[in-house]
């Protein structure tokens, strides 16, 4: 976590030597997108459910401090019992002294991209505890020691053949199986004996009703109402940013997360938590860990109104290609791009680079976050900080400098076409001009449009 | 106190004052509710079946399930039956309940923890038959929540199709943790 983590160009310079992969994963997301568009079509509304959910996010930040009283005190009244983490290192430590009180040594966790930016598993395996993630994609990347690289599609890097490999190795399926059918039934069969034996069971939240105290968990596979109903502790972990106002809202937002996330009109369950089980208990664990910092930048606030349904990273061009490992951060693709700063500008500074500014991001939000808007700001925020590499600083001011001034501009451009008639190499050359790596510059023309301008039909 | 230290820095750093925007109530252009609700729930991985006020429901689930041996029936099933299997949720092979509305637009099924007996049920049995009365079903999720307005019960899940997932290379399995199949009993008036 200390060490710098490779950057994303470099990380997604090796992605891309599996050509036929890359091509698969492209493919793959953007299909879902595909299947987005089509059933977002459907709805003639959706453009005003947009503006509501955005507008009713932009409220809830405005009064966040009330609204997380209210739901504290709603959920208390409820027989929850809530807990707050100023941080990650809080976060976990408040999760683990739970486990302790109960001495549980059988933890089922549904997904929650919460416990990955808090480094949840790696903390309480320190402690001698093992978590079992419940969610299918999830326990693939599990047992194959790797973080999840899309928040709602955590395997999505992996074919087939390989999980058939990892579950050869960890569950005993046949080898050189590969059927989808045979081996998610195989982790059925061994993650159903884990929910029968789970002490305790670890959720995430997509949405907190701040009126009720209630949280609102989605999934498809039934796994965090599994785990949740079969142990005898129930720990949601959320950010502050989970917040809504009233129940109400649920149904700006349950008609939207699921058809923008996977094409679905709804997911197969929407459980609402008000109150524990009778019998057992119920903890909410309230995260900051940066948010509060977020909610100060002016520029950057508005990230925080993001329900993690990941259809900016099916459409960005750069994220399918380059897969989301090569933005080592729990959150990848565009909107981890814009959070990860926050977190750490020195570590992320490689990440708001990682896009090219087309903006298809911004127009598939839900919630309509201006992604590519708050990307173009980061690096500037980046620069002037000191995070960017030397090379590309230094480069960018002598750019800023030449295209200030019409003379330096037109100087320059007559020397490189020259140079380049003379020297092709120097932009063809792939260590000295790394935006050439995939791509071939045409041959320099003579002269510019203005030269030839002044002499073919410029009367002045 | 991290409370305190959260509480102060979101006071501190918040933006001024947002209005909270009227909801819009947006209709529901279907007037086919029954139609609807199939065609949604069948794209989920579900079914429907369509029966009159009255009409025993038993023989009907019986034929849906020829092979299952433990099925706890909490509608028209009788109490000692149902006290006896729920002593091994984990072995049942289909669960009936009440659902108390119907989602058109996405074939949801609200279900309380009162119909669900136990939480644990609707998700722990092999298969899952929900019934719903049809003057119960709304167009969309604002005439849901409308029509649920302020009950707020203990616990309560949307259901919309059997358990399903899509992890491994995008390739739909039905049957994820939960049930592996999901029947509904549109009870007509």
Redesign the interface.
Known sequence: MHTKPIPHAEAASAFLENKERVQWHDE?LW??RYKRDKIVNEI??WE??R??AS??K??T?????QY??QFEAAAIA?GVTVH???DAA?HNRIVHSILAKHKAQKIVKSKSMLTEECHLNEYLETQGIEVVD????ER?VQLNKEMPSHIV????HI??EE?GEIFHQHLGTEKGASD??Y???AA?EH??QK??AADIAITGVNFAVAE?G?IVVCT????A??GA??AKVHIACMG?EKLI?R??????F??MLARNA?G????????????P?PGSEMHIV?V?NGR??Q??R?AF?NSLKCIRCGACLNTCPVYRRSGGHSYHNATAGPIGAILAPNLDMRKNADLPFASTLCGSCTDVCPVKIDIHNQLYQWRQVLTQEGHVPAAKAAGMKVMAGVLASPARYSFAGKWARKLLRWFPSLALNKTFNPWAKQRDLPAPPKESFREWYQKNGGSK | MSREKILAAVKQNKPAPVPLPEMLSFAYPVTDLTAAFTAAITKAGGATNIVKKGQPLTPAIKALFPDAQRIADFIEGDTTTNAALLQQPALLDVVVLKGQLGVAENGAIWVTDKDCVERVLPFITQHLVLVIDQPTLVGNMHQAYAVMGQQNPDYGVFIAGPSKTADIEQSLVIGAHGPRSMQVFIVEP
């Open positions: 793959t299909f879902v003639p509304e005003q459910l503006d509501l507008q009713i932009d409220h930040l405005s009064q966040l401090d997380l009283g409820n707050w983490a100023a809080d419940t969610d299918l994609g693939i599609l955590p395997a999505i074919k087939k999980v989808p059918l081996l998610a039934l059925r993650l159903r929910f029968l009720t209630a498809n596979e039934g796994n109402d599994l109903h079969l502050i106002p129940t109400e809202h649920l149904s700006v349950l008609r996977t679905q009109n709804i997911t197969a369950y929407s459980s609402h938590f008000r109150k089980q309230i900051d509060t910092t909610l100060g002016e606030r």
